[in-house]
């Protein structure tokens, strides 16, 4: 999953939530695995709840994705 940095610093203000620098940095890759300029060198941890179903500690990279804010995503 990816979060776009703008909603970071309004989550992470709300829910005192800081974002981990990450070991290594990561190149942003499009549908059709194309490679953007664009590189994330943080993430952020927090718990996530869709309509009941509980899913702790979901980890989101946080970068800028231009239109959208959060990118969900199957590992």
Sequence with gaps: ???HFNLVNKVSK???????????????KDYDEK???KIITH??????IIESHKKLT??????????HEVILSKL
Excluded at 59 to 65: R, Y
């Design 43 to 48: 993430k952020i941890l927090f718990n996530l």
């Design 14 to 28: 709300k829910l005192r939530i800081q974002s981990i620098s990450l070991t290594k940095e990561k190149l942003i």
């Design 35 to 37: 490679i953007f300029k």
């Design 1 to 3: 999953m990816i979060i």
């Design 58 to 67: 979901v980890l989101m990279l946080i970068a800028d994705i231009d239109h």
